[in-house]
Antibody, heavy 113, light 112 residues
């Protein structure tokens, strides 16, 4: 059974940092291209970042709205993918999902003073 | 960026009847490899989105065959035959052809 479990969310002040972790199981993680997608309080889905596999040199891609502030990474030995979020803004408030076709349960990130 | 436009924004269906949701992309989603990279998801109340259809017409594992996807290069349809109570939620289409991946605004399905 495919499982993706996100952790690391919470309430943070604008300008601060947070790191999300997605632990996976049930599929060959090392071959998977992994994405982070977020859902705003208005329910709109927004793709955030992608990391490809080793055969694609772990290439990374970002939405313009987070480029330069967020960093996606992975650890194939732990079947996990991460999202380091720096210089957080109030508009980053959302539920963050780790996805590989299948979606995790999501983790809430609230940016507020 | 590729814009995904869904219609209608909401639909009310009598249980047992069928429903169709449309999605239009601002650019062809047909790759040179012959695959059309449109996906359909259902977000049930209080849950995360779940994959229903991948690559336009392929049923995801565990999804009832009451669901089907079809379309052309830019116009796509999700059909639900014999709607059941468990089908209530928000349906999203998404394009995974190129970064940034983009999604429609969602179609809310409710029962009459």
């Amino acid at each position: 059974e495919v499982q993706l479990v996100e952790t690391g969310g919470g309430l943070v002040q604008p300008g601060k940092s947070l790191k999300l972790t997605c632990a996976t199981s049930g599929f060959t993680f090392s071959n998977a291209w992994m994405d982070w997608v977020r859902q705003s309080p208005e329910k709109q889905l927004e793709w955030v970042a992608q990391i490809k596999d080793k055969s694609n040199n772990y290439a990374t891609y970002y939405a313009e709205s987070v480029k330069g502030r967020f960093t996606i990474s992975r650890d194939d030995s732990k079947s996990s993918v991460y999202l380091q979020m720096n210089s957080l803004k109030e508009e980053d408030t959302a539920i963050y999902y780790c996805t590989w076709g299948y979606w995790g349960q999501g983790v809430m990130v609230t940016v507020s003073s | 960026d590729i814009v995904m436009t869904q219609a209608p924004l909401s639909v009310s269906v009598t249980p047992g009847e069928s429903a169709s949701i449309s999605c239009r992309s601002s650019k062809s989603l047909l790759h040179s490899n012959g695959i059309t990279y449109v996906y359909w998801y259902l977000q049930k109340p209080g849950k995360s989105p779940q994959l229903l259809i991948y690559r336009m017409s392929n049923l995801a594992s565990g999804v009832p065959d009451r669901f089907s996807g079809s379309g052309s290069e830019t116009d796509f349809t999700l059909k639900i035959s014999r709607v059941e109570a468990e089908d209530v939620g928000i349906y999203y289409c998404g394009q995974l052809l190129e970064n940034p991946y983009t999604f429609g605004a969602g179609t809310k399905l409710e029962l009459k």
